[in-house]
């Protein structure tokens, strides 16, 4: 069984101790083995600030483009081996790998069109220079420039290669030297895109180091002018949020959480429409794209009373023609969980959805026979549906995300009411209106959007170019308040920011416009 | 003795159990009590979110901004009288309280006009719609809507009035409710500002509301759309920002908290040079202004080792005649600290200076008695003068922020030196550069850039103009990485966003358009 390696100091580097086992998801046969024991993440740091640091910031923005530019040529060269790793270790269909390393190679393309746009600058404008006084003597310019540390990304096990590429697409751009940390269980696609990366040469000594493994005291080395980005579980966000140094250095902490993203159907919408059919789609492609491993995943469907049955059954019957088993096997086009620990914790949270009011109408938490699995094998969990007849109970149903493939059908009477429930999810990702009325569009957008980070709009016109609310894209915001995390990623330069410290320049007014010469004016 | 209540929920109260005295810091009279004990911040809370939120978010930017021109007026009415009092219970001269007052005002007259700047619009729009797809159909915009919570303010006890009004300002233009605590000991301005405040029938119920005294559980009830600004001790920010419920919601906490601003004159200054004497004014102002009682005064003063006998020199000089006392008394030129708690830790930090390696070359910890004080009373320090004469030395001085009359001189060798040594701060509010080199201006100002939250580059042609680095303005960012809290204030529009939400509205061009009508494009 092969063993992955770390990537510290310029070095692929093992550690010692018990190892970690990586499995196939579908099969639960082992894949590879990690440890981390005993390296010196200090020494990494350093080797990122010393090292890395200084070479990035040497370059401009344009260079820093070119640079990304490599990466994604790099990951698209190796778009087949990396395909097939995701779909042994992630249980991934052949559709959840591409939509995970084509984003990864697509995120990184954007992100060198972006720094190319930025040519020579070195720093950033932030708005225009201001008068500060009777004179035009004294004035004001914000700048942004580079942090002067590391930037530590910690990985969800859903998507190795888009969450590794995005993050270091954004922080490279920015000028920060990273460390990334893949979600152990899954972590054969990002150990392998390090490599290809690292392979490539286009990365100055320190730029990208890799950890695959535990994070051992890395976090608690972190200080002032570090970053720390997380994508994960809230819980863990919230505990690596709380961590005394970070606290006390005040150091920027940027979390992606799971949240209960809705769905709302608008009233207007007619059974069989071409915003019905969108919407239909939209749920079920939620669910089982990545088994519902999406942070961005539909939980909570309300639909107008009158038209929950409807709603009910096009759903099912489009989910009864799923197939969930071994991707490998021919014909299956759901996977499984991806891992042992998700698995336990899908079903645990469908009998707690149950529990608080909802029923199952179709799938449920019993154990599934994936097609083309070994017989009892594999982290299979049937599409599941659930109903709340009653949408003043189910608190657990705005409270607790099942990361599977498990959404909730929630009736509402008037639209007032739907933004209410809405925002009872106390913070998403996302959340998707279906509607083709103006007025109703409106109130909706407008109504969740201080419990959301992105609002999509959902209508007729969209049809053929829809790609639904899961799909997270480099020009607009990742992030969400609350539940969420309450963190900003993407959004073009708006994430960029996070690796960014903005400072206010005062003082004589051409004196300043010397010291930012060259600066690109954004903002 | 008075009472000083807190206004809750449309009404003046007063808490039971044992007050907390507010005394006159130049004689240590008492003058006011004030608690809260059982008081209900719950209430208090949700009148806030269900009274005042939706009626700041009734109205419109242009709304708002005429709501805080009602506000500067209230204040600038009472001006006097405000003065007094900061006289009285902050140990102000009345130059210190113009300072504050006049800040207040001002302030809440430039966001005033910010507000009328931003007109009939209820919304922001953060940069142009984006397309997303090979045709124009599928666009992307995002927009600023206010967080549907409660602003809570705690603010620090040397600038009540600034402090109050310009994080209300911030919040009321955002459209969120305030709940304000001033600091206890020096509450009585706050206390009054308030009572204008309400009294000038500007304000929505339940828009402005006021602690004086102990936060109780204010803290621990706030969720997910709520907001908390802090300013204050850097220990006092931590324990906050690390409140489970905060971490749990993601909270947006802002933190300004105090650290140890830096000033570097540049090697090519000469004694008694137009910038040279810029220098000088502002270090002796920073030390003396509010008794060195600001967030943004310098700290630590690098100088070219040959220079710094002279630096010292005329330092000592300027310090020399300053008169320390009662403020009511004539010719005092500083008061006291504000309590006897800031007393305290005023001394002993000055001995751990000295222990650090730095030694007193004016003022010192030892007592003070102040002219026109009661034998024995108020809380006096004198303007203390450091030395640190090798910088490879004294941690303290770089960590350690005495938060009074005190600075450390510092020689350097080279500009970069300089640099690195600045850095050694761990991240500042404000630092400045006094210099007549554009090289050495460039190079000090983006050295230092990913330190600081505001650098000042002061050269001779702003003298007349210049108002010193501690003197922060509506327009420019206040708040700084690391040990300044990781913060943003300020700015124009950049502190408001704290109390805003962005969100990526996804869907059909045309249908964006619409919904964003009215709203303003900023940023």
């Known amino acids: 069984m092969s063993t992955l390696e770390s990537f510290l100091c310029g070095r692929w580097v093992s550690g010692a101790g018990r190892p970690a086992t990586l499995v196939n998801p579908s099969t639960e046969e082992p894949l590879a083995e990690a440890s981390t024991e005993g390296l010196d993440f200090g020494a990494a740091l350093e080797h990122a600030r010393h090292r890395g640091g200084p070479a990035l910031r040497a370059m401009t923005f344009g260079e820093r483009g070119a640079l990304l530019k490599s990466l994604a040529s790099a990951v698209h060269a190796k778009r087949d081996e990396l395909l097939d790793l995701a779909m042994r270790n992630g249980g991934n269909t052949r559709g959840d790998a591409k939509f995970d390393v084509d984003g990864a190679a697509g995120t990184l393309g954007a992100y060198a069109e972006l720094g190319a746009s930025l040519g020579d600058a070195r720093a950033l404008l932030d708005g225009?220079?201001?008068?500060?006084?009777?004179?035009?003597?004294?004035?004001?310019?914000?700048?942004?420039?580079?942090?002067?540390?590391?930037?530590?990304h910690v990985n969800a096990f859903n998507f190795p290669a888009w969450g590794l590429a995005e993050k270091a697409a954004q922080a490279l751009l920015a000028g920060m030297p990273v460390i990334?940390?893949?979600?152990?269980?899954?972590?054969?696609?990002?150990?392998?895109?390090?490599?290809?990366?690292?392979?490539?040469?286009?990365?100055?000594?320190?730029?990208?180091q890799l950890v695959t493994g535990g994070a051992g005291d890395l976090i608690d080395r972190l200080g002032s002018q570090d970053v720390l980005a997380f994508t994960g579980a809230g819980s863990t966000g919230m505990m690596l949020r709380g961590k005394v140094n970070l606290l006390a250095a005040s150091t920027?902490?940027?979390?992606?959480?799971?949240?209960?993203?809705?769905?709302?159907?608008?009233?207007?919408?007619?059974?069989?429409?071409?915003?019905?059919?969108?919407?239909?789609?939209?749920?079920v492609r939620d669910?089982?794209?990545?088994?519902?491993?999406?942070?961005?995943?539909?939980?909570?469907v309300f639909v107008p009373a009158a038209m929950l049955d409807a709603a009910q059954e096009d759903l099912a019957d489009r989910l009864s023609a799923c197939r969930v088993g071994n991707v490998l096997a021919d014909g299956v086009t759901m996977g499984p969980v991806s891992?042992?620990?998700?698995?336990r914790d899908a079903r645990a949270g469908i009998e707690r959805l149950a529990a608080s009011g909802a029923r199952v109408v179709l799938g449920g938490a019993a154990a599934v026979q994936g097609v083309g699995a070994p017989e009892g094998k594999g982290y299979f969990v049937a599409p599941t549906l659930l109903r709340l007849d009653d949408n003043t109970r189910g608190d657990d149903v705005h409270e607790h995300e099942v990361?599977?493939?498990?959404?909730?059908?929630?009736?509402?009477?008037?639209?007032?009411?739907?933004?209410?429930?809405?925002h009872r999810g106390g913070g998403s990702l996302v959340s998707s209106v279906y509607t083709d009325d103006r007025a109703v569009a409106a109130e909706v957008a407008l109504g969740v959007a201080s419990s959301n980070g992105r609002v999509c709009v959902v209508s007729a016109k969209v049809a053929g170019a829809w790609l639904g609310p899961g799909a997270v894209l480099p020009q607009l915001l990742h992030g969400g308040p609350g539940r969420a995390g309450g963190g900003e990623e993407l959004g073009g330069l708006r994430g960029?920011?996070?690796y960014l410290q903005r400072?206010?320049?005062?003082?004589?007014?051409?004196?300043?416009?010397?010291?930012?010469?060259g600066a690109r004016r954004v903002g």
């Open 287 to 300: 669910m089982t794209q990545k088994t519902g491993q999406k942070c961005t995943a539909i939980r909570r």
């Open 496 to 498: 960029v920011s996070l």
């Open 128 to 152: 225009d220079a201001v008068n500060l006084g009777r004179s035009s003597r004294l004035a004001g310019q914000h700048v942004l420039t580079p942090r002067h540390g590391v930037a530590v």
């Open 252 to 283: 920027h902490v940027n979390v992606e959480a799971d949240s209960l993203n809705a769905a709302v159907l608008g009233p207007d919408v007619e059974r069989g429409s071409d915003t019905w059919d969108l919407f239909v789609a939209d749920v």
């Open 180 to 208: 990334t940390k893949p979600a152990t269980a899954t972590a054969l696609v990002a150990h392998r895109m390090v490599q290809l990366l690292v392979d490539s040469g286009a990365l100055p000594d320190g730029a990208l």
């Open 403 to 422: 990361f599977a493939p498990v959404a909730t059908l929630i009736p509402y009477g008037s639209v007032p009411e739907a933004v209410a429930l809405v």
């Open 339 to 343: 891992t042992a620990a998700q698995l």
């Open 503 to 517: 400072t206010a320049l005062q003082g004589y007014g051409p004196l300043l416009e010397h010291i930012t010469a």
